[in-house]
């Protein structure tokens, strides 16, 4: 996205002559060597950028390697002199919801805060692209749609390409964003609604299968407890006044694209 807006763009990877490194290349990024553990790679990655964009690795190293990476990013981040942090956590971090992903989201937050950098922190709620973690597949291939909380229960939700979007707002404005936590919503529906839509969209009827949350382990467990009982309360109709740059995307929009592709 920021190359396709014009900027220069120096991407970060351990894996430099890999097929993706490599395909980051012939889009025009300069793409050079970090690694998150190992914190003296990271100071002269960033010398002579005017901004960073990172998120956390919860999925790839779980939530000793989120605290670990993101304290060491922000480290570096300060070391460097780096002009402006843009750091992906979650909307629920920092509300003592005892959910162990927001608790070390917000662990992060408050390093980050601790240091006085410049920053901004981009804080989604659940993302639409969960409907196709592993633990659902089985499943969307037998034609019903997985829920670990009620068919009638809302759940506030976001695409990927939103949480872009406005990290590549906050980069490109940083006076407007800079010492900002900015939560993000582009949706709130049912499981029984998002049912209603997929099957629309592929032509197959598709039911809700209710599954109890404690089949994902503990973690997990915590997590949909939490949205069952407290859920996120952000506002989505503010959010698309404030950021009219932003093409938000309704869960429609994103299931017209994600499904014909993914699960039919």
């Known amino acids: 996205m920021l190359l396709e807006r014009g900027h220069r763009v120096r991407a970060l990877t351990r894996q430099p002559t890999s097929s993706a490194g490599q395909q980051l290349v012939k889009q025009g990024a300069e793409v050079v060597y970090g690694d998150f553990d190992d914190a003296d790679t990271l100071v002269p990655a960033m010398e002579g950028v005017d901004g960073l964009f990172a998120t956390g690795t919860m999925h790839r190293a779980g939530p000793d390697g989120e605290r670990r990476h993101g ?25 003592g919801t005892g959910v162990p992903v927001f608790e070390v989201k917000a662990e992060v937050e408050r390093h980050i805060r601790a240091l ?59 006076e407007r964003f800079a010492g900002q936590r900015v939560e993000i919503a582009s949706d709130e529906l049912t499981a029984q609604q998002m049912a209603d839509i997929v099957s629309r969209i592929t032509g197959h009827p598709r039911l809700v299968e209710e599954i109890p949350p404690d089949n994902l382990g503990p973690g997990l467990s915590a997590l949909f407890e939490w949205l069952d009982r407290a859920g996120h309360d952000v506002d989505i109709e503010g959010l698309r006044r404030e950021y009219p740059e932003v093409a938000w995307h309704r869960f429609g929009e994103w299931a017209s694209r994600a499904f014909p592709s993914r699960a039919a």
């Not at 901004?120 to 291939?141: C, K, R, S």
């Not at 979007?165 to 490109?172: H, Q």
């Open 116 to 174: 006085d950098l410049p920053h901004t922190i981009v804080a989604p709620v659940y993302l639409m692209e969960n409907l196709f973690n592993p633990w659902n597949i089985a499943a969307l291939e037998a034609g019903r749609l997985p829920s670990y909380m009620p068919a009638d229960r809302s759940l506030q939700q976001v695409p990927i390409i939103d949480v872009i979007s406005v990290a590549a707002l906050a980069l490109e404005r940083p």
């Open 71 to 95: 304290k060491n990013l922000a480290e570096a981040a300060r070391d460097s002199g780096l002009p402006h942090l843009v750091y992906v956590s979650g909307a629920g971090a920092g509300e």
